[in-house]
């Protein structure tokens, strides 16, 4: 082992300069400042920069979206507002804008303007104002909702809140804003079956004992005395009423409605008779309680609007439901008419018409024909058959007899004709215009029917009125029923405020839209935006899925495979407009049009019978071919066979696809089938916009999004699972169903949600394949088959540019474009986040255990 000896060793090296060490010093600098490059620090400060301003600019996004639509049914005060040229404004402030006042404007205003501008102005060249957007209502009485106003335009001292300012929210005309006058409930004087006989009567004798023209034809006292013992009647009744109010207490006062419409304070002492209270010769129709300051008034209002509005509800689902349920049947009825028309050829729609126009003109000339004889019959009854009043009416039976003999030639003419040709048609034609013309009589039966109990409905809702006062003075009366909502705005407490504001919110969300969409609720459009996009998911998954299985797990690659991932990458950024275009020419006007009446409605000429059912046969020998190619393709096990396996296999691509070439062209042309719908044609029932169609038309917008979400979901599932699933013995389709699908589900999951958020949001292609801005019927209903894809809907995002652009008051109505895009929003996330729930279950549960 050697060593170095002392005399040997390096000598001790000496400490460098300081310039050297400074030298290097900066040496060393400069050298970390390439590796601060080199390991890419810029990079990570620009990116996380980019991150943050992207979330700003996102969560900007939905502050404001929530700030101006959560506050919009906040309820804010009215404003009595004097302006400069004498007029005065009640309403609310519903925007306010900043503007500059120069001093060259003022040429441009009116002297009352101008002076006030100066004040503004106070010597300045230029200043800051504000422009009130001031919703004013009472559209019926000033044809304007809002109206803008200048600092300038408003006189000095000229704002206040009014004490009993109210705001009225009505089904129609939009906003009330005024005082209460007064508060009215009219009771209609009860008419006895006596009195109403009677009353038939004296008309009856009124209008027609002028015909009678021979001397001593009609007593001279006949009517007179009718009338006198109709008046006895009339006051009796009256009478009753007086001494039923005045037992009854009330705060109000009492009034009497006469014939004339005349107005009378009723006498406070209980002796007072109806002669006493009327005109001479004038009938009380009606008592009247009305209370006239404005606290009592409101305090009425109040107390009885919430029974009042239930009576309306009775009204409109009169109007609705059993108008609807009738009118649907009489449609049922003639389809069913035109469907036999077409089995059987015979026009029996056109004669069916010719009997039911006929009817209805002679129903025209005996119906009141009957009322005559039956009042007739009255008389006798009531003043016996040998009575004065008998005998004339028996002799003006005679007199319009022969009016209706001569009316009723030509219609009974007509009939006859009907009836007889309805005789010369084979005995089942005849019998189905028979059928159809029993559900029209007894539809028109059910129509009168309803018809007269929505008209009790409605008087009994008309009872209530609520007289109101302008700001201008003028009074005006309205119906508590078409009332939906009424506050004072300046004496409400935050808690008063908080309930309006609760239910206004509830309203939106819960009722139907009112006032051209800008009033109202959204329901209808959130009903159908969440059934279009569930529709659509269900639609655009299983296809996306298993074109994505086919290419990442089957296909080979090569120029075919990379064509169509092109293609599908080009298709996510078609511009949406050309995806509604399509789905209008090609799901509405041809695959509906062919559902509703077959390839003639569609514009597609059938093959003739014979060339039809030659090319369904090669259809299935071609197909039967293409079976047994691959049938053979897999079951041969011969090594010396694999290049006939792999012809066979090919072959028999090509002959599926013919196959499918040849199924398409074979349902396309078929002379024997007419369609499902024909007898509605020309109405369409599915060659129209429609729920399944904006359903299918996004599901085409959003597939690409699918499939490559797919695609990465596939790619991630390691090899080795698929290895150790065909190390089992397992086929290839059970590796895909048991092992990659179960695995892939979350990113499956991934591409439905971004599918979701996509299509919920979209709204050019529904404009065109079936939303649209008012939708009588929601798709579903209690009717069969309960569901009806065919129906047009309403959409959320059809409902903001609705909103927006296309209404009266585009430009006031932004707070409710706030508002439903809010409401949309939440639903998209609501939606979103119930998918991450799912995906995050089936990933817990197909986790892969780390080694």
Sequence with gaps: MSTVSPATAAPPQEPAPVKDRWRRRGRRTSNSGNALVARGE?????TGGALILTGLMIAGLLTLVFLQGIGTFWPKPILRIALTDGSVLLGEIARVEERELRTADLELL???????????????????????????????????????????????????LPEWAVVLERVEWGRFYGEPEAFIVRTPRPISGDEEQLARIVTFFE?????????????????????????????????????????????????????DGTVVPLPPTTAAKPAEVADE???????????????EAWR?????????????????????????????V???????????????????????????????????????????????????????VDSPAATVGRKVLAVLKNDVDAARGEPDAQLAAARTTLAALPEEGSAAIETFLESQRQGQRDTLRVVGEIDDVKREAGRYELQMRTITGQSTGLRAADVVRGYPANQLTFGSRLKIYLSRWWEFLSDEPREANSEGGVFPAIWGTVTMTLIMSLAVVPFGVLAALYLREYARGGIMVSAVRIAVNNLAGVPSIVFGVFGLGFFCYIVGAYIDGGPKNAGITPWPARTWLAAATALALTALTAFLFG???????????????????????????????????????????????????????YGKGGLIWASLTLSLMTLPVVIVATEEALAAVPNSMREGSYACGASKWQTIQRIVLPRALPGIMTGMILAMARGAGEVAPLMLVGAVKLAPDLPLDTSFPFLHPDRSFMHLGFHIYDLGFQIQNSDASRPMVFTTTLVLIAIIVGLNLTAVWLRARLRQRYKVTQF
Aim: aromatic share 6%; glycine share 6%; proline share 5%.
């Design 110 to 160: 009116t002297p009352a303007q101008a002076e006030a501008a100066r004040l503004l102005l106070n010597g300045a060249d230029m200043r800051t104002i504000n422009r009130r957007l001031v919703r004013v209502g009472n559209f019926e009485l000033t044809q304007e909702h809002f109206r803008r106003i200048d600092d300038f335009d408003v006189a000095p001292s000229g704002e206040s």
């Design 330 to 384: 009489l449609e049922n009825s003639r389809i069913r008419l035109r469907a036999e028309e077409m089995r059987t050829g015979l026009p029996l729609v056109a004669r069916a018409e010719q009997i039911r126009s006929a009817e209805e003109s002679l129903n025209a000339i005996l119906t009141p024909w009957e009322e005559q004889q039956q009042t007739v019959r009255q008389i006798e009854r009531r003043f016996g």
């Design 42 to 46: 810029p990079l990570v400060w620009l």
């Design 207 to 259: 209008q027609n004992t002028p015909r009678l023209t021979e001397p001593g034809d009609v007593p001279e006292s006949l009517v007179p005395d009718l009338q006198a013992q109709l008046k006895a009647l009339r006051a009796k009744s009256t009478e009753s009423l007086f001494e039923q109010r005045r037992a009854e207490p009330t705060t109000g006062t009492l009034e009497v409605t006469q014939e």
């Design 281 to 295: 010769g004038m009938a009380v129709t009606e008592l009247r309680e009305v209370w006239k300051s404005a606290a």
């Design 300 to 328: 009425e209002f109040q107390s009885r609007h919430a029974r009042v509005r239930g009576v309306y509800a009775r009204q409109k689902q009169l109007e609705r439901d059993s108008l609807g349920e009738i009118n649907r």
């Design 631 to 685: 049938l053979f393709s897999l079951t041969s096990r011969r090594a010396e066979a694999s290049t006939v396996r792999r012809w066979l296999g090919r072959g028999s691509l090509v002959l599926w696809l013919a196959a499918t070439v040849l199924l398409i062209f074979v349902i396309a042309r078929t002379p024997y089938f007419g369609g499902f719908y024909a007898p509605q044609l020309p109405n369409p029932t």
